[in-house]
């Protein structure tokens, strides 16, 4: 799959919304017209285009002092270029997507039916298309990197945040995805082959590098993670100054599991009152982590009584593991709680890959694949609750997307050159 190694170099594509076809028909012989049609869409939504370094840039000084046609399912498309940079702008119309002759109706339907989670193959019957072309579709979303899109949208970078990985299974390789969540927005959706912490660090060092490239002095405050090794490891090396939380929830999945050979309904009672002690720890603050310390040990008594003295011990070396995890999480209150949005998310996009094993090959385009669908995750409007009905994740984090359409969104910020 050539495209998906191909270095996009100085990709300058920029998707204009001409409102109809008509209108951009008749543009094209009003060379004036075209030029201001194209600025003042520019203008409404508020980006500027990517000049060459040296330039000042500044849109309005752009005009078409050249213009090529080339020919695309018919269609003319024209370019501008930069006067004092000559850096050269394609203006793709938004009825036509970028090296793609289908139909971006067709397009919008399948991406939604796949991210709505129908499979490939019938999102591909809906369109009358391949399901390969699907598949080169979302690769193609994929090659804008996720920072790039949500800081176009006006986010801040985040300062807290979720680190998690997806153990999944590609073809018949054991892959894990690792994750960067903030609220309802996914930053980063990784591909690594192994479950190091060198694999991991290096795939979460591309989330790194996107954001201060962005941001020369971003600096991440704190980390909750489920206390995986490799996770946090890699989240010490790459975020050093951050505080890294253990996860409350996973903490409650886990201690049933830690005590052996004794009665369900005991097991059960001694899960709820953890689940009590870790839910009263939260809500009090000050005094959170004192309390939290002596309750521990109380209820490791408590076990040790109930459930015997091996199964009390246990826990005891339990808590001491991962006490100071769970101290991060209750002395800094702007410290993530676990996301039910990164759960489903995680389960869609495997069930996802799964599906998709079929056209993934050693040298495929995994990753870019995965980051096309964090797109989707970010971008179509799917809340269910009123609060933020027809809103997609971007704008219940506050950001802002360019126009009320998701899908010449989608179009729109994955495009190469905006800035
Ligand atoms: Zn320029």
Known sequence: MRHTTKQPRANRTITVDFQNEATYFQLLDDRKAFLECVLAFILSIGFQLTHKTTCRGGGCLTRPSHYVR??????????????????????????????????????????????????????????????????????????????????????PLPTYFLADEKHSHCLTDKVYLPTIVQGQVLWHLGYTEEASAAAFTQSYQEFQRAAVDQEPTYRVKGVLTDGFDSTTKSMRTLFPGARLGTCLRHALLKLPKKLVAIASPVRKALRSQFHTLLYRARQRKGLRVFA??????????????????????????WFQDKKAGWYAVLEDPQMPVTSTLLDQAHNAIDRKLFMMKGFHHPQGSQQAFLRGLAHLYNLVPYQRRAKHAGQCGVEVEGGTVPTRDWFLNLQILTSGGFR
């Open 292 to 317: 939290l310390g002596q309750r521990l040990r109380r209820f490791a008594d408590h076990v040790a009584t109930t459930a015997g003295t091996a199964n009390g011990e246990g826990v005891r070396r």
């Open 70 to 155: 080339v020919r695309l399912g018919g269609v003319t498309i024209w370019r501008l270029q930069c006067t004092t940079c000559h850096a050269v702008f394609t203006v793709l119309p938004h009825f036509v997507l970028r090296y793609r002759s289908m139909r971006p109706e067709v397009a919008r339907d399948a991406l939604l039916a796949t991210h709505g989670g129908l499979s490939l193959e019938l999102c591909a019957v809906i369109g009358h298309i391949s399901p390969m072309a699907l598949y080169r579709l979302i690769c193609a979303l994929g090659h804008q990197s996720v920072v790039t899109v949500l800081t176009r949208c006006g986010l």
